[in-house]
């Protein structure tokens, strides 16, 4: 090519031109790629995250009834005689327990 030719110049020009948009190219493929593996990642997560969502519901609704059957033995015993007290202290303490063992059984089992 010779130094004065118009067209060469251009050419050269045209040359550094495409060379620097391959690279841009080639950085964009990369970034999109690690879009790529971060989206993954998010709907992984998102995926576990749903999972114990519906755990910690399904666990809730059982402390739920199980507070409503506390409930209703207490109005229950409430009803009855003074002698009955013993009966609902026990009960109180057996649910308030059962419900210590299923946080704790509930937590455990996340893990």
Same mark, same amino acid.
């Given at each position: 090519m010779n130094e004065n030719c118009k067209?060469? &110049?251009q050419i050269e020009n045209l $040359?550094?031109? &495409? *060379? +620097?948009?391959?690279? @841009?190219?080639n950085e964009i493929k990369d970034q999109? $790629?690690? !879009?790529? *593996?971060? &989206?993954n990642d998010l709907e992984v997560n998102k995926?576990? #995250? #749903? *999972? %114990?969502?519906? +755990?910690? +519901?399904? !666990?809730l609704e059982r402390i739920e009834k199980a507070? +409503? #059957?506390? #409930?209703?033995?207490i109005t229950n015993i409430k009803? *009855?005689?003074l %002698?009955?007290?013993?009966?609902l202290k026990w009960v109180v303490i057996t649910g308030f327990a059962s419900s210590i063992i299923? @946080? @704790?059984?509930g937590m455990m089992s996340k893990k």
């Open positions: 067209d060469c &110049i $040359k550094g031109s &495409i *060379k +620097s948009l391959w690279h @841009v190219t999109n $790629k690690d !879009f790529e *593996k971060r &989206i995926g576990e #995250t #749903t *999972k %114990q969502l519906e +755990s910690i +519901s399904s !666990f507070i +409503s #059957t506390l #409930t209703s033995e009803n *009855k005689p %002698q009955e007290y013993e009966k299923g @946080v @704790v059984l």
